[in-house]
């Protein structure tokens, strides 16, 4: 899931919708869309933390160069150090172990679903953090999505769903939830850095302070015995879904309006439950589309409130 779109740089707006901009959107969106599908592929054979600490350290091998040859900034002084590792820890460590750990109990469908209310969780903790009390009509639509989520969970208590499970559900609320501090973290370091030296730098420390610990707990020989499939997989949530999505969403921002184009992130979460439903055969139920009109529903109260 991108940063928050009120930190793109770009006025709301500013802008007009070329084909150009559709393109740059659907590739971010379809990336973002496949991720739980993809993660749901490389978690088959190898373990959900080390996929999880894979993310950020392949991510690093790319995101410290474009810095360095984008001559960025590293924000290491003081606060912004703080909040540079702290943005790094939630949204580039706890989000994709403890996301991974749960995509691996829980169906690709779930997944997506789950971190469609990625702007709920991020609101919470902004009101958390600066002790703001939103108004009642956000509350409402955080009522209405966290009931979708709830539904989620619920549906695998009481229904037979092959590799469903309410831990693996739950798991990836907690990753929302950490994605959401590292995101109101960097959201701080944003407003002096931009959006380019906070994610690339954030990846880059992640990926660093994240090898030792990948390289004592990875399983060598479960990684040998993984597939090109799961290489792929691997590659693909390290890379494309950490920076190409990134790359292209912000520049279909900066060209069409994040009025215009950032309504279209509503298709993200749809685009998963489809692709995990054709290729992975994860099963549509009527609790899955209720669950899925109520966490959609209430995100766009929430960002129309």
Same mark, same amino acid.
């Given at each position: 899931?991108?940063?928050?779109?009120?930190?793109?740089?770009?006025?709301?707006?500013?802008?007009?919708?070329?084909? !150009?901009?559709?393109?740059?959107?659907?590739?971010?969106?379809?990336?973002?869309?496949?991720?739980?599908?993809?993660?749901?592929?490389?978690?088959?054979?190898?373990?959900? +933390?080390?996929?999880?600490?894979?993310?950020?350290?392949?991510? !690093?091998?790319?995101?410290?160069?474009?810095?360095?040859?984008?001559?960025?900034?590293?924000?290491?002084?003081?606060?912004?150090?703080?909040?540079? !590792?702290?943005?790094?820890?939630?949204?580039?460590?706890?989000?994709?172990?403890?996301?991974?750990?749960? +995509?691996?109990?829980?169906?690709?469908?779930?997944?997506?679903?789950?971190?469609?209310?990625?702007?709920?969780?991020?609101?919470?903790?902004?009101?958390?953090?600066?002790?703001?009390?939103?108004?009642? @009509?956000?509350?409402?639509?955080?009522?209405?999505?966290?009931?979708?989520?709830?539904?989620?969970?619920?549906?695998?208590?009481?229904?037979?769903?092959?590799? @469903?499970?309410?831990?693996?559900?739950?798991?990836?609320?907690? !990753?929302?939830?950490?994605?959401?501090?590292?995101?109101?973290?960097?959201?701080?370091?944003?407003?002096?850095?931009?959006?380019?030296?906070?994610?690339?730098?954030?990846?880059?420390?992640?990926?660093?302070?994240?090898?030792?610990?990948?390289?004592?707990?990875?399983?060598?020989?479960?990684?040998?015995?993984?597939?090109?499939?799961?290489?792929?997989?691997?590659?693909?949530?390290?890379?494309?879904?950490?920076?190409?999505?990134?790359?292209?969403?912000?520049?279909?921002?900066?060209?069409?309006?994040?009025?215009?184009?950032?309504?279209?992130?509503?298709?993200?979460?749809?685009?998963? +439950?489809?692709?995990?439903?054709?290729?992975?055969?994860?099963?549509?139920?009527?609790?899955?589309?209720?669950?899925?009109?109520?966490?959609?529903?209430?995100?766009?109260?929430?960002?129309?409130?």
């Amino acid at each position: 899931m991108p940063r928050d779109v009120a930190q793109a740089q770009p006025q709301s707006g500013a802008g007009s919708v070329t084909p !150009a901009v559709v393109v740059l959107a659907a590739v971010a969106l379809t990336v973002w869309g496949a991720t739980p599908l993809v993660t749901k592929v490389a978690v088959g054979s190898v373990d959900g +933390v080390t996929v999880g600490l894979l993310r950020p350290v392949l991510s !690093a091998l790319l995101s410290i160069p474009l810095a360095l040859a984008m001559r960025l900034r590293l924000p290491w002084r003081g606060r912004d150090g703080v909040l540079l !590792a702290l943005s790094a820890l939630g949204g580039f460590v706890i989000f994709p172990v403890l996301y991974s750990e749960g +995509v691996e109990r829980t169906s690709a469908a779930h997944a997506a679903l789950i971190i469609a209310a990625a702007p709920v969780f991020t609101g919470l903790v902004v009101a958390a953090v600066e002790r703001r009390v939103p108004r009642r @009509v956000w509350w409402l639509g955080v009522a209405l999505a966290l009931a979708g989520e709830a539904l989620l969970v619920g549906e695998t208590l009481g229904f037979d769903q092959p590799g @469903v499970t309410w831990q693996g559900d739950v798991l990836v609320i907690a !990753a929302g939830f950490g994605a959401a501090f590292g995101y109101v973290a960097g959201g701080k370091l944003t407003q002096r850095h931009g959006t380019w030296a906070v994610t690339f730098w954030g990846l880059g420390v992640a990926g660093i302070a994240m090898l030792p610990v990948l390289l004592v707990t990875m399983d060598t020989g479960q990684l040998g015995r993984a597939g090109w499939d799961v290489w792929s997989a691997i590659a693909f949530v390290a890379l494309a879904s950490s920076i190409l999505a990134y790359l292209c969403w912000y520049s279909a921002l900066a060209r069409g309006g994040i009025a215009r184009v950032g309504a279209w992130q509503f298709a993200q979460p749809l685009i998963g +439950v489809v692709l995990a439903a054709l290729i992975l055969g994860d099963a549509v139920t009527l609790p899955l589309i209720a669950a899925a009109i109520a966490i959609l529903g209430g995100v766009a109260i929430c960002q129309r409130s």
